[in-house]
T-cell receptor, first 111, second 116 residues
Framework: SQTIHQWPATLVQPVGSPLSLECTVE??????LYWYRQAAGRGLQLLFY??????ISSEVPQNLSASRPQDRQFILSSKKLLLSDSGFYLC??????????FGPGTRLTVL | AQKITQTQPGMFVQEKEAVTLDCTYD???????LFWYKQPSSGEMIFLIY??????QNATEGRYSLNFQKARKSANLVISASQLGDSAMYFC?????????????FGRGTQLTVWP
């Protein structure tokens, strides 16, 4: 069966520090992968999606970037965090009907 | 453009009763999919149910059913025999054929509270 992992689970970072969040998927090959952000009490905002290694598309211009160095690995990064980057970050992969299966998420607090 | 609307920010239901969570959508595509997700306080998004636009019957998954009314562009989630563990945020989402590689459009969610 397929599983999706994210780490770290929680993160507290100062403004201006770098960021690296990792997502890995097991049990499937060549998945579509997605990064979402959810602000407190809000819906989901799609940040990036990827259909293959090295192929990244951005939905929202911001100081975040994404990379896919391996088929089942998706990384979200920033060189300098902003206060507005605080939120809950979810990674997902898509299944047969394009339903998306989400990881457990990373709660990021920027101080 | 695709749009999902959930007009109920919060809903309350007594344990063992049924509850309906509303969802309307807007799309010009003929082929699309509709999804419901549950997000408990832990934060994880849990996929509940899927309905394809060409499916003639309403989708059901255990205590969850999707009341799909295509002409009205609504896809309401019905939870039967509510349980305390059903308390969570519920999101409706849509995928359209023209959307970017399976991208889902999410509504703002409905917070469901089940009381004993």
């Amino acid at each position: 069966s397929q599983t999706i992992h994210q780490w770290p689970a929680t993160l507290v970072q100062p403004v201006g520090s770098p960021l690296s969040l990792e997502c890995t998927v097991e049990g499937t090959s060549n998945p579509n992968l997605y990064w979402y952000r959810q602000a407190a009490g809000r819906g989901l905002q799609l940040l990036f999606y990827s259909v293959g290694i090295g192929q990244i598309s951005s939905e929202v211009p911001q100081n975040l970037s994404a990379s896919r160095p391996q088929d089942r690995q998706f990384i979200l990064s920033s060189k300098k965090l902003l206060l507005s980057d605080s939120g809950f970050y979810l990674c997902a992969w898509s299944g047969e009907f394009a339903e998306q299966f989400f990881g457990p998420g990373t709660r990021l607090t920027v101080l | 453009a695709q749009k999902i609307t959930q007009t109920q920010p919060g809903m309350f239901v007594q344990e063992k009763e049924a509850v309906t969570l509303d969802c309307t959508y807007d799309t010009s595509d003929q082929s699309y999919g509709l999804f419901w997700y549950k997000q408990p306080s832990s934060g994880e998004m849990i996929f509940l149910i899927y309905q394809g636009s060409y499916d003639e019957q309403n989708a059901t998954e255990g205590r969850y059913s999707l009341n799909f009314q295509k002409a009205r562009k609504s896809a309401n989630l019905v939870i039967s025999a509510s349980q305390l563990g059903d308390s969570a945020m519920y999101f409706c989402a849509m995928r359209a054929r023209g959307s970017t590689l399976g991208r889902l459009y999410f509504g703002r969610g409905t917070q469901l509270t089940v009381w004993p």
